[in-house]
């Protein structure tokens, strides 16, 4: 194994060196600066060590992205204690069974999920802390409510006369190996599994991320946090990353809505963009496409003397649309619909897709804009291998496997679903399905999972089929289900639109019928749609925007 540095101690050196920096801010709310966040980890570490928390320890962190969960989340791993954190969007049930299954000896809430959880249900829990104010909310040990009675008196006590630079020291890791973070998958099929994150995965995505983007941002630049930090892709790349380097990120602190996001990228002008494919989706349908999308601008697109000043005009709204001062958006968590990316590709706008998963923390495959090849999520990253298993990876879909410093220790308590997942040779095993061209670009098919059979025996790729049907008339978003031989698109309509236009429930079916025909004879005749039914509520969605689609087969 190469030598990797210490991560803990990337931190330190990041905090002294920005020392007088912003670091952290809730959108229209507090600001952080990097010696505020060092002295709120070591009031942090103080009361762990007066609690009884050790080297190894559990500690679960669940709650709204803000600067006082990013500071908890500091806290812990520069102590010496492994972090589990926890999607906010998580039931109460949920919430419990993996501050159980973890072994979590201490719990951070945020203000809603404090309103919903049961201490009585975690009981291995020695305490529950409350974000917004660190204060004890709950507690079976009398150190931790001594500890936190008595902070600021032992804070002062141990710094007589003020906390500077050289009282940062920080827990040192003793292997790359090391554990660092169990991060509970969202997923899509039943209870997630603890994916143990070891301390050189997260090196490992830190260094790939210096190496693409270390020159295209310095110290002070802002960035926007929208993707949960208890999600692997937006911890890494909206929060982990930046304050490395230095950077001052907003955090939106509440449901982002794109009206949210596009004031936020107005105000922020972030240097870089993270975000899923649903959030760029929706605010170029909604703020860019009715613009254009009109007989004047159609025929001046048409028109070979004006139509490329005209794409650059374009280019330029869209992005001022996001804040005009980034230097690319940065897509994935979900697949990309082709009809928006390939809007953005003819604009030129700067724009690349990724690809990862929670076991690789998370990345696995990027390109720069300047050489992403469209449709496809990139090629293998540094430090990581990718190859596809199938007999013909161009032309034949296999599963995409991965290998490298990335890949995860196993799942937690779980060595039966960690056989399944990673090899005897350290393949990671996606479960996800793909082609890859000469120059090692992947391009994704689908979840192996989500895979329908065709009545001869032909593979069926559902997410294909959707986002086809995704660009037609009325559609706001789909799931290919199969009944029986037969292939039904469930729907749920774009009813704002519908309302604006004063359209029925039976003008909607019809349109829907249309676009059913219209798409079936661009389809195999296997894939062809039998029937497209209306789905009144949007689907239910994981944390990182990908349809929960077994809900709605299993519905049946």
Same mark, same amino acid.
């Given at each position: 194994?190469?030598?990797?540095?210490?991560?803990?101690?990337?931190?330190?050196?990041?905090?002294?060196?920005?020392?007088?920096?912003?670091?952290?801010?809730?959108?229209?709310?507090?600001?952080?600066?990097?010696?505020?966040?060092?002295?709120?980890?070591?009031?942090?570490?103080?009361?762990?060590?007066?609690?009884?928390?050790?080297?190894?320890?559990?500690?679960?962190?669940?709650?709204?992205?803000?600067?006082?969960?990013?500071?908890?989340?500091?806290?812990?791993?520069?102590?010496?204690?492994?972090?589990?954190?926890?999607?906010?969007?998580?039931?109460?049930?949920?919430?419990?069974?993996?501050?159980?299954?973890?072994?979590?000896?201490?719990?951070?809430?945020?203000?809603?999920?404090?309103?919903?959880?049961?201490?009585?249900?975690?009981?291995?829990?020695?305490?529950?802390?409350?974000?917004?104010?660190?204060?004890?909310?709950?507690?079976?040990?009398?150190?931790?409510?001594?500890?936190?009675?008595?902070?600021?008196?032992?804070?002062?006590?141990?710094?007589?006369?003020?906390?500077?630079?050289?009282?940062?020291?920080?827990?040192?890791?003793?292997?790359?190996?090391?554990?660092?973070?169990?991060?509970?998958?969202?997923?899509?099929?039943?209870?997630?599994?603890?994916?143990?994150?070891?301390?050189?995965?997260?090196?490992?995505?830190?260094?790939?991320?210096?190496?693409?983007?270390?020159?295209?941002?310095?110290?002070?630049?802002?960035?926007?946090?929208?993707?949960?930090?208890?999600?692997?892709?937006?911890?890494?790349?909206?929060?982990?990353?930046?304050?490395?380097?230095?950077?001052?990120?907003?955090?939106?602190?509440?449901?982002?809505?794109?009206?949210?996001?596009?004031?936020?990228?107005?105000?922020?002008?972030?240097?870089?963009?993270?975000?899923?494919?649903?959030?760029?989706?929706?605010?170029?349908?909604?703020?860019?496409?009715?613009?254009?999308?009109?007989?004047?601008?159609?025929?001046?697109?048409?028109?070979?003397?004006?139509?490329?000043?005209?794409?650059?005009?374009?280019?330029?709204?869209?992005?001022?649309?996001?804040?005009?001062?980034?230097?690319?958006?940065?897509?994935?968590?979900?697949?990309?619909?082709?009809?928006?990316?390939?809007?953005?590709?003819?604009?030129?706008?700067?724009?690349?897709?990724?690809?990862?998963?929670?076991?690789?923390?998370?990345?696995?495959?990027?390109?720069?804009?300047?050489?992403?090849?469209?449709?496809?999520?990139?090629?293998?990253?540094?430090?990581?291998?990718?190859?596809?298993?199938?007999?013909?990876?161009?032309?034949?879909? @296999? +599963?995409? &496997?991965?290998?490298?410093?990335?890949?995860?220790?196993?799942?937690? $308590? /779980?060595?039966?679903? #960690?056989? =399944?997942?990673?090899?005897?040779?350290?393949?990671?095993?996606?479960?996800?399905?793909?082609?890859?061209?000469?120059?090692?670009?992947?391009?994704?098919?689908?979840?192996?999972?989500?895979?329908?059979?065709?009545?001869?025996?032909?593979?069926?790729?559902?997410?294909?089929?959707?986002?086809?049907?995704?660009?037609?008339?009325?559609?706001?978003?789909?799931?290919?289900?199969?009944? @029986? +031989?037969? &292939?039904?698109?469930?729907?749920?309509?774009?009813?704002?639109?519908? $309302? /604006?236009?004063?359209? #029925?429930? =039976?003008?909607?079916?019809?349109?829907?019928?249309?676009?059913?025909?219209?798409?079936?004879?661009?389809?195999?005749?296997?894939?062809?749609?039998?029937?497209?039914?209306?789905?009144?509520?949007?689907?239910?969605?994981?944390?990182?925007?990908?349809?929960?689609?077994?809900?709605?087969?299993?519905?049946?």
């Amino acid at each position: 194994m190469e030598n990797i540095p210490s991560f803990n101690e990337l931190m330190e050196k990041s905090i002294i060196d920005h020392w007088d920096l912003d670091a952290l801010t809730d959108y229209k709310g507090i600001t952080l600066q990097y010696h505020d966040v060092a002295r709120k980890i070591e009031k942090l570490h103080i009361l762990f060590e007066n609690s009884g928390v050790e080297r190894g320890d559990k500690i679960a962190i669940c709650g709204r992205n803000c600067a006082h969960w990013a500071v908890a989340f500091w806290a812990t791993l520069t102590y010496g204690a492994v972090c589990v954190p926890v999607l906010h969007e998580f039931t109460p049930d949920q919430v419990h069974n993996i501050v159980n299954h973890s072994d979590a000896k201490i719990l951070f809430v945020g203000d809603v999920v404090a309103k919903g959880i049961d201490p009585t249900k975690m009981p291995g829990l020695e305490g529950i802390i409350y974000n917004p104010d660190y204060s004890v909310l709950f507690s079976r040990s009398e150190k931790l409510t001594f500890a936190r009675e008595h902070l600021n008196e032992m804070f002062g006590k141990k710094y007589p006369k003020y906390f500077r630079k050289e009282h940062v020291h920080y827990y040192k890791e003793q292997s790359p190996d090391e554990l660092c973070i169990i991060n509970y998958t969202s997923g899509t099929t039943g209870f997630s599994k603890g994916v143990m994150i070891p301390y050189r995965a997260m090196w490992s995505n830190f260094d790939f991320a210096c190496q693409v983007l270390g020159d295209k941002l310095k110290a002070g630049d802002h960035v926007l946090s929208i993707l949960p930090m208890a999600h692997m892709y937006g911890m890494a790349f909206e929060f982990l990353f930046e304050i490395l380097k230095g950077c001052h990120i907003f955090f939106l602190t509440r449901v982002p809505s794109p009206a949210i996001i596009a004031q936020a990228f107005s105000d922020i002008r972030p240097s870089i963009i993270i975000a899923v494919p649903l959030i760029i989706e929706k605010i170029i349908r909604k703020k860019v496409f009715p613009k254009i999308q009109n007989n004047r601008m159609r025929l001046l697109l048409s028109m070979p003397v004006v139509s490329k000043k005209v794409r650059q005009l374009i280019c330029q709204q869209v992005t001022e649309a996001f804040g005009g001062n980034f230097y690319e958006v940065i897509i994935g968590g979900a697949a990309f619909n082709q009809e928006v990316e390939a809007f953005m590709r003819r604009i030129e706008f700067p724009y690349t897709v990724g690809y990862g998963a929670t076991e690789c923390a998370p990345i696995i495959t990027y390109s720069d804009y300047s050489t992403f090849r469209q449709g496809s999520c990139g090629r293998a990253v540094p430090h990581m291998e990718v190859k596809i298993n199938s007999v013909d990876p161009e032309h034949v879909p @296999g +599963e995409i &496997l991965a290998r490298g410093l990335n890949v995860m220790l196993g799942y937690y $308590k /779980n060595e039966v679903a #960690t056989a =399944e997942t990673i090899d005897d040779d350290g393949w990671y095993h996606t479960g996800d399905l793909g082609l890859m061209d000469a120059e090692g670009n992947v391009f994704i098919k689908g979840r192996s999972k989500n895979m329908l059979l065709g009545a001869n025996g032909q593979n069926i790729y559902p997410e294909e089929i959707e986002d086809k049907l995704n660009s037609m008339a009325m559609v706001s978003e789909s799931v290919v289900i199969q009944e @029986g +031989e037969k &292939l039904v698109g469930l729907v749920h309509p774009d009813y704002d639109e519908a $309302k /604006n236009l004063g359209f #029925t429930t =039976e003008d909607l079916n019809n349109i829907m019928e249309q676009n059913r025909k219209e798409l079936n004879e661009i389809l195999p005749a296997y894939s062809k749609l039998s029937s497209i039914r209306l789905q009144k509520e949007e689907f239910e969605k994981t944390p990182k925007k990908s349809i929960k689609r077994y809900l709605y087969q299993e519905a049946l």
